[in-house]
């Protein structure tokens, strides 16, 4: 009997596939050495679904890797468990897809249709079924609904699509070769120079991103605010106190401010002039990945990396398009009245939907950018099984409303402006009211304008001044980079890819180059930053790395070869990473330093011992290997005091107080869970009470 | 002239005495002077012109040193 394997990402888009091209009957679920295998029979022929777990290959050191080593310039593909550590689990995958692939004489790569997806169907075809990639056919789509599903087995394409491949295979070898390569430069040279271990990294787009938030750390270290004089003013016009806008925002001096607080208190004021303005404001474009990310960190502060995995997890319910794209844009061919009509059995959206499908005309306001291979995010109009938990509602209700407004009409808004003199001094009133609320009604709570009604106004009519006051102001320095703005710099920027922004964001935390959601960068970046600048400025320059990513993005387009890219990267790196490899001990003297008073900053409270005034350290029962808060008074002063801290998760010391005893606060923060803060001291005064609760007091029994 | 700068680890840029943050951050110090004068009406000491500074949450903190350092080896002339 013909078998044709199918390959997907995840296990939950092997079940939709398998479900999409089933009968009624339904898939057969089977399972392989213990991976899951759905079996669908059609057409007379058996169909056999597989999915990955992400990318089970990677690239590695040519033969058996020693990691302390570098230079590395000769690279190859494996099996990822056995390039990285902790990946045991993809073994016994990579079997079982091998196994079963002997079977099949059909092969089809159904994984997410872009680079990487292209790239995790490519390596499982070629190097777990023998070579498979060469006859195989690839599905495109964008959503997982069963029509797109079925559709697009139907109209397979005959074979895979090789530019992309070839685009994300050099993209992993490039940024594989700067990143182990200068990773090890820097933690090798801080180990040789101080014996003291500690994982540094860099990386072609991680460079220049950390570049961006160190340049901006130095400009608040070095800011200097400049004085000046703001007039808050109000007016009083018939009763109705209104706040009035001086001429100048900014006095510089202060004998100009008081100037003009002398000339204008008490005094009366005359409408001069009126003047009003309507104006239209279009609807919003449809979601490209980057401003998905930005809205939901304006509306519901998820970091950019959250954002995206909640995307991910309703695409995988089939509640939203997928949703790594950079298109704007949303093609008919989606079909906006199913989407719509999809909505409107959803009590929330029934209304809306309904009022645009009696509209007649149905057009997306698209945007500028595009995406040859998905359009913008968009609901598919399923309604979702069950209830989606708080974090999933609210993104899905923010795609809904985004994909609503999309199709809006025109708001129409008004603007108004009166202009009062008084004397020699001007001051305006301003209004804003909207006339027609077009697609801000649509999108509901996402849209928020301030409407300020004046009060019916004449030219030449009176107004007192009500209030008059002066406030000194300072210069702010510039605003420190958050998550979502980090990732708005590195998209103008054009470095990285919607797809791999988010993670860099989050390693430059895991490195402790940064800390806080108002990202500072810590002593550790600014010397890393300094480093390379002095030894290879080119790693983090801007425009160094958007050239090397417009060669790759040209390899996509079939203008430029995988080989070509890889080999400028081994010239330009070579004679960097030997420099840098003979300045060893010069490089690790500069980290070694840092290193150290990180390590002391991570191990030392900065809160002092209650009972001694000695230092508090995080240290370890040299027996038991629990951690504990103990005190250097110990030796010194035979201080006994010790606080109990969490056994499991990184453990980090916050540079902030308990709100209730001022002990300074803790961190832990285990895999896959939200960070675990609390006060140690607070801990252990709760634990003793409870303790003390608990005691049976035994009466004495009195014998008569 | 020391290698260090005196106020961190790092290098000095030379001609300065500090290192390259230190020196942008006193930079700025000396040029937003004439800017502080010139609000206060031309009576601004240095030594009140510092004491705003320090007080201000805005003063970035490698300025702050650069002032303390300043104050240290009584340079405000």
């Known amino acids: 009997m013909a078998t044709t394997l199918i390959v997907t990402e995840k296990p939950d888009a092997a079940l939709h596939v398998a479900e999409a091209l089933s009968s009624e009957q339904g898939p057969k679920k089977i399972s392989v050495g213990g991976v899951p295998f759905f079996e669908v029979q059609k057409d007379g022929g058996r169909i056999l679904v597989c999915s990955a777990l992400g990318h089970l290959y990677a690239v590695s050191a040519k033969g058996t890797e020693v990691r302390s080593q570098y230079p590395v310039w000769d690279l190859a593909w494996k099996p990822k468990y056995l390039a990285e550590r902790g990946q045991g689990r993809q073994e016994k995958w990579i079997q079982s897809i091998s196994i079963v692939s002997k079977e099949a004489d059909r092969f089809i790569n159904a994984c997410d249709y872009d680079v990487e997806g292209s790239l995790i169907g490519y390596t499982i075809l070629k190097y777990a079924c023998d070579g498979a990639d060469k006859k195989a056919q690839r599905m495109k789509f964008s959503t997982l609904t ?16 090789f530019p992309l491949v070839f685009a994300g295979m050099c993209r992993h070898e490039v940024d594989w070769l700067y990143g182990i390569n200068l990773s090890r430069a820097l933690t090798q040279s801080a180990l040789k120079a101080g014996n003291r271990y500690s994982t540094l990294s860099t990386g072609r787009v991680q460079g220049p991103t950390l570049h961006f938030v160190v340049d901006r750390e130095r400009e608040i270290e070095t800011f200097v605010p400049l004085p000046y004089w703001a007039l808050a003013a109000r007016v009083d016009i018939d009763g109705k106190v209104i706040e009035a806008e001086y001429e100048f925002e900014r006095l510089e001096t202060k004998a100009q401010a008081e100037q003009a607080i002398r000339d204008c208190a008490g005094k009366k004021g005359l409408i001069e002039k009126l003047e009003s303005k309507t104006y239209q404001l279009s609807p919003p474009t449809p979601f490209d990945l980057s401003t998905l990310q930005s809205e939901a960190y304006r509306h519901f502060g998820y970091t950019p990396r959250t954002a995206l995995s909640i995307a991910e997890r309703l695409y995988l319910d089939q509640l939203i398009s997928y949703p790594r794209t950079s298109s704007q844009k949303l093609p008919p061919s989606i079909n906006y009245e199913e989407i719509l009509k999809g909505l409107s059995q959803i009590g929330a959206y029934r209304s809306d939907s309904s009022s645009l499908l009696a509209s007649g005309s149905l057009r997306p306001n698209d945007g500028k950018k595009g995406d040859p291979a998905h359009p913008a995010v968009y609901p598919t109009g399923a309604v979702p099984r069950g209830e989606l938990d708080s974090r999933g509602q609210k993104l899905f209700d923010l795609v ?38 077009g697609w801000v009604a649509l999108y509901g709570p996402y849209a928020k304008f301030q409407e300020i ?18 406030e000194e102001k300072y210069t702010q320095p510039p605003p420190r980079y958050n998550p979502s703005s980090l990732l708005k710099a590195m998209e103008d920027a054009e470095i990285g ?4 922004r988010a993670d860099i964001i989050e390693t430059l935390y895991k490195r402790s180059y940064v800390k806080e959601q108002r990202m500072s960068a810590t002593p550790l970046a600014f010397r890393v930053t300094e480093i390379l600048m002095k030894y290879c400025p080119k790693v983090i320059d801007v425009t160094f790395t958007r050239e090397l990513e417009t060669k790759m993005e040209q390899i996509e387009h079939g203008k430029q070869t995988r080989e070509n890219v890889v080999l400028e990267t081994i010239a330009y790196l070579k004679p960097v990473i030997e420099d840098l490899k003979t300045k060893q001990q010069e490089v690790g003297k500069e980290l070694t330093a840092i290193i150290g008073d990180r390590w002391q900053a991570s191990t030392t409270l900065f809160v002092p011992c209650p009972q001694c005034g000695s230092t508090l350290k995080v240290v370890r029962n040299p027996k038991t290997k629990k951690r504990f808060i103990g005190c250097a008074g110990k030796w010194t002063k035979n201080c006994t005091y010790g606080l109990p801290l969490p056994q499991f998760g990184a453990l980090t010391l916050l540079e902030k107080r308990c709100p209730k005893c ?6 832990a923060k285990s895999k896959g869970r939200r960070p675990l803060v609390s006060c140690p001291k607070c801990f252990m005064e709760r634990l003793m009470a409870k303790r003390a609760a608990e005691t049976v007091t035994i009466k004495p029994t009195v014998t008569k | ?30 040029n937003a002077y004439s800017a502080w004068n010139k609000s206060y009406g031309g009576n601004l000491t ?11 949450e805005e003063t970035g903190r490698a300025v702050k040193s650069v002032i303390q350092y300043l104050l240290g080896k009584g340079g405000v002339a």
């Open chain 2, 1 to 30: 002239m020391a290698d260090h700068c005196p106020l961190c680890e790092r290098p000095t840029q030379a001609p300065s005495e500090f290192c390259a943050l230190h020196d942008a951050a006193h930079t700025n110090l000396e």
């Open chain 1, 400 to 437: 809904v409303r985004r994909f609503l407004a999309t199709f809006g009409r025109t708001a129409t808004k008004q603007s108004d402006k009166a202009t009062v003199k008084v004397g020699k001094h001007t001051f305006f009133l301003r209004g804003s009211r909207t006339l027609e609320k």
């Open chain 1, 497 to 500: 890819t919607k797809a791999t």
């Open chain 1, 662 to 667: 001022s002990f300074q606060l803790i961190q």
């Open chain 1, 453 to 470: 009604i004046l009060p019916p106004l004449r030219e030449g009519q009176q107004v007192t001044m009500a209030a008059l006051s002066l």
């Open chain 2, 46 to 56: 240095k030594d009140e012109y510092f004491a705003q500074l320090e007080k201000r």
């Open chain 1, 146 to 161: 069963v029509k797109e599903l079925r559709d697009s087995y139907a109209n397979v394409l005959p074979e895979l699509d």
